[in-house]
């Protein structure tokens, strides 16, 4: 997917169709390198996205899913 800028707020991202609750799975991730607050001492803080990180992220959440189906269908 192609994004208008390297870094998005939840916002922007929201407007092109991810939903608020999945990327605040994103965030909540442990060891994302992907999601982080532009003022990481304020909880009220925007979170931002590295949208290059992001891409790569939901990638890698696509062939997990992919792998686990394959490996559920195999042993049914």
Do not use: V, W
């Amino acid at each position: 997917m192609e994004y208008p800028k390297k870094i998005m707020n939840m916002k922007e991202l929201m407007k092109l169709g991810y939903t608020e609750r999945y990327l605040y799975r994103i965030f909540c991730t442990r060891g994302q390198t992907c999601a982080f607050r532009l003022n990481p001492l304020n909880p009220r803080s925007r979170i931002l996205f590295d949208t290059d990180e992001l891409e790569k992220m939901k990638e890698r959440e696509i062939r997990a899913q992919q792998k686990g189906m394959h490996l559920r269908d195999s042993h049914a």
